[in-house]
Every structure is written in structure tokens, then in C-alpha cells.
């Protein structure tokens, strides 16, 4: 499976932005899909999973209530959409899936994307 993101920027914080990975290669509508993200630094976190089945989304509590991720099979397509941005969400973000349970460790995805970077000035 191959993953690309795009959508990311500069922007201030208080801004929005709408990341999008197409996924191609594999059956998108059977993977559990997520972002992480890495600031510079820093290691890898945790931002967000939408479930394949049932399509329950589940956050970091950094960012609970100001993003919020969704899927189209459809278009073998999932989006992060970020609100109210803060320069602490300044980092690359990464798109990752995996079939079978969701998880929130980086290790347990098999699939990432190469990233797209988001940059939030104060």
C-alpha cells in the first residue's frame, strides 16, 4: 500500500488546514487509517485513527476537539482536518494505516506515507 499526503502549510495559529492521503495499492475500505506526527526534535505521536468497520475516531488528548479525521473509501481517501491550530502542532505529519485493530503506537502501523509539513507561527 502506498500513501500520500499533501495539504500541508504555513499558516498562524488560530488558522484551519485539511490534510488528505490517497492511498493506492491495497484495500483502503479494510485498513484502519491514522496520522501521526513528529515536531522537530521529538519523537513520533499519536494524533488521531479513524476504524475501518465502523468508522469511530479516536484522538490524542492534544488535539481532541480541534480535529477531527474522516474517510472516503471512495476515493481510498482520509482527511485531518485541524481547527484552531497552535504552534505546538507545528511538526511533519504522516499518514499511516494498518489492517485488523487500531493502535497508537507508531510501531504497530504498517504502512506510512512520506509526510507533509504543517508550520503554525505564533
Do not use: H
Request: aromatic content about 14%; charged content about 20%; overall charge positive.
Amino acid at each position: 500500500v502506498q500513501l500520500q499526503a499533501s495539504g500541508g502549510g504555513l499558516v498562524q495559529a488560530g488558522d484551519s488546514l485539511r490534510l488528505s492521503c490517497v492511498a493506492s495499492g491495497g484495500t483502503f475500505s479494510m485498513y484502519n487509517m491514522g496520522w501521526f506526527r513528529q515536531a522537530p526534535g521529538k519523537e513520533r505521536e499519536f494524533v488521531g485513527v479513524i476504524t475501518w468497520n465502523a468508522g469511530n475516531t479516536y484522538y490524542a488528548d492534544s488535539v481532541k476537539g480541534r480535529f477531527t479525521i474522516s474517510r472516503d473509501d471512495a476515493r481510498n481517501t482520509v482527511f485531518l482536518q485541524m481547527n484552531n491550530l497552535k504552534p505546538e502542532d507545528t511538526g511533519i505529519y504522516y499518514c499511516v494505516g494498518r489492517p485488523g485493530a487500531w493502535a497508537r503506537t507508531a510501531k504497530s502501523y504498517d504502512y506510512w506515507g512520506r509526510g507533509t509539513l504543517v508550520t503554525v507561527s505564533s
